[in-house]
């Protein structure tokens, strides 16, 4: 019989508790990040996770709730999606697992693309299940699901009856017995309201501008007839990480309660393992990051009126200041500019709650900043980094105002959840940057 941990918690960022648990074992590490909801004392009873014990002998499994759902802290919300995908290092950190497999599936899988491309080093290879960069269709993306507020209301009018959820599993057996067990798992997973959040939440999502930054072997699984997520989003996975593979597997199903259709996926998931387990990673000289620019405003009057003696002292004291926030927010100083700084962060979140702490400690040495953030593929050359990102992330502290922290829409999007306010700065170009950029003040 395959062994399961008992369930365990391990603290994540914001202070949430996150419930995990570690089924079977084997050469390789695997991590599974589920989809849409999960409750690990009932998840066993549904076909579409159960099958991760046959993986037994071919890896250790290690899988966990998201916040907001299941077992795990209820109390602060779903998240953004930056959080959601930490919540990923920390359960790994927790079992003491250095690199593995991820296996996103459906909301999973942006949440594994974007860890992986924040942390290369640990992630062995991606296998994305039912899985998209973008869910909602967009002007630019028209092969996205249409977001409509009448499904948001038939969610919360119709939550733990089992009418939701079986609408993400096909193919019942039984259909009666089936909704009975969706039904207990439904109320028991999280209540309407936060189903109606996640569900909202999820229709935000787009990871697309990191998906070229993937460096790990990436395996796309997507059935052809998918009714919840499209095959055309699976595909444009394949099409936009590079060197992806896809397999689309036959069917009309994103979860199934039919053996047949899950041995499928389980099957391809085992071949991938095998073939990719002794795979060495590429060297990640190109990752995700999010920079920071900051500058002084008026830092030439302002010399010139202090005095050279004056405000060399005032520089030391910033670059004090800014050293031990960028150290707090777990970031790296890649530079100081003469009046001001570059540093890079795993994640948007931290990059913003830097420059707010940082502009208010200045503050009181009457320096006054700008600052500029984005999240983008960076080349790491030693300890420099170069390439588009750091462009645009200069390009941006370029426009912002006096204490005005400016974002690229690819930060919002990653933040969104986090309760970060943002008021729109609308559409601008940028020197040395294609196309116009969609900006965002943080409030």
């Known amino acids: 019989m395959v062994r399961r941990s008992d369930i365990r918690y391990c603290p994540s960022a914001g202070g949430i508790d996150i419930a995990y648990q570690v089924v079977g074992d084997g050469p390789v590490d695997l991590v599974f990040v589920s989809g849409f909801i999960t409750h690990l004392d009932l998840s066993w009873e549904l076909p579409h996770f159960a099958w991760l014990e046959q993986l037994d002998g071919v890896a250790r499994v290690i899988t966990f709730d998201k916040r907001g759902t299941g077992l795990s802290d209820r109390s602060l919300g779903f998240g953004s999606l930056e959080e959601r995908a930490d919540d990923i290092r920390a359960v790994m950190d927790a079992v003491g697992s250095e690199r593995a497999f991820l296996h996103g599936v459906s909301e999973g899988g942006p949440m594994s693309i974007l860890f992986a491309a924040s942390f290369p080093e640990r992630v062995r290879g991606l296998i994305l299940y039912g899985a998209a960069a973008r869910f909602s269709q967009a002007e630019d993306y028209p092969i996205g699901v249409p977001v409509v507020d009448a499904f948001f209301d038939f969610i919360a009018r119709e939550?733990?009856?089992?009418?939701?959820?079986?609408?993400?599993?096909q193919n019942a057996i039984d259909a009666a017995a089936a909704r009975r067990l969706i039904a207990r798992f439904e109320r028991s997973a999280c209540t309407p309201k936060m189903a109606v959040e996640i569900m909202r939440r999820n229709s935000e999502i787009d990871v697309r501008p990191t998906l070229s930054t993937i460096t790990a072997p990436t395996f796309v699984i997507?059935?052809?007839?998918?009714?919840?997520?499209?095959?055309?989003?699976?595909?444009?996975?394949?099409?936009?990480?590079?060197?992806?593979?896809?397999?689309?597997?036959?069917?009309?199903?994103?979860?199934?309660?039919?053996?047949?259709?899950?041995?499928?996926?389980?099957d391809a998931v085992l071949d991938f393992l095998v073939a990719a387990g002794g795979a060495p990673a590429r060297p990640p000289n190109r990752v995700l990051a999010t920079v920071l620019f900051t500058d002084i405003i008026s830092s030439t009057e302002l010399a010139g009126r202090v005095g050279d003696h004056a405000w060399h002292t005032l520089l030391d004291q910033h670059d004090q200041i800014a050293q031990g926030e960028i150290a707090r927010f777990g970031g790296r100083l890649i530079k100081t500019t003469g009046d001001?700084?570059?540093?890079?962060?795993?994640?948007?979140?931290?990059?913003?709650?830097?420059?707010?702490?940082?502009?208010?400690?200045?503050?009181?040495?009457?320096?006054?900043?700008?600052?500029?953030?984005?999240?983008?593929?960076?080349?790491?050359?030693g300890d420099d980094v170069a390439g588009m990102g750091v462009v645009i992330a200069r390009r941006i502290c370029d426009l912002a105002g006096v204490d005005e922290i400016l974002v690229s829409r690819t930060v919002k999007d990653l933040v969104t959840g986090a309760r970060i306010e943002f008021a729109d700065r609308g559409s601008h170009g940028l020197k040395g940057v294609p196309e116009e950029w969609n900006l965002f003040a943080v409030i």
């Not at 089992?162 to 599993?169: M, Q, R, S, T, Y």
């Not at 595909?235 to 199934?256: K, M, V």
């Open 222 to 266: 997507h059935t052809v007839g998918d009714p919840v997520v499209p095959v055309a989003l699976g595909r444009y996975l394949a099409e936009h990480i590079p060197e992806a593979r896809l397999l689309e597997l036959p069917g009309a199903f994103h979860g199934s309660w039919q053996p047949d259709d899950v041995a499928r996926w389980r």
């Open 159 to 169: 939550w733990g009856n089992g009418k939701v959820f079986e609408l993400f599993i």
């Open 340 to 381: 001001g700084m570059l540093a890079t962060f795993e994640g948007p979140g931290r990059g913003i709650g830097c420059a707010r702490t940082v502009a208010d400690a200045l503050r009181p040495l009457d320096l006054r900043i700008r600052a500029g953030v984005h999240t983008g593929e960076v080349e790491l050359r």
